[in-house]
């Protein structure tokens, strides 16, 4: 399956035109934390600059996969 990692908060969004094939939803979830790591590591903003973002996974069809806050720590 398709998948589409968008990036949104309550003002702005970026969204994922391109998107991963993955097997299932654990592989998605995988690649989305990936991201959030990746998107924290390049990035010189601190947790706060995060608060209310949300890194949206949604399928093909637009249907939400689920959705991971930005602004919390990671485990």
């Known amino acids: 399956m398709r998948c589409y990692f968008h ?3 309550s003002d702005e969004q970026i969204l994922d035109d391109t ?3 993955v097997s299932d939803v654990e592989v998605a979830q995988q690649q989305a934390l990936k991201a959030i790591y990746e998107l924290r590591g390049e990035s010189d903003h601190s947790p ?3 608060q209310g973002w949300q890194l949206m996974v949604v399928d093909s069809q637009g249907n ?3 959705s ?3 602004d919390v720590p990671l485990q």
């Open 68 to 70: 991971l806050p930005l």
């Open 48 to 50: 706060e600059d995060w």
């Open 19 to 21: 998107g991963i094939e």
């Open 64 to 66: 939400l996969i689920l």
């Open 7 to 9: 990036l949104v908060s």
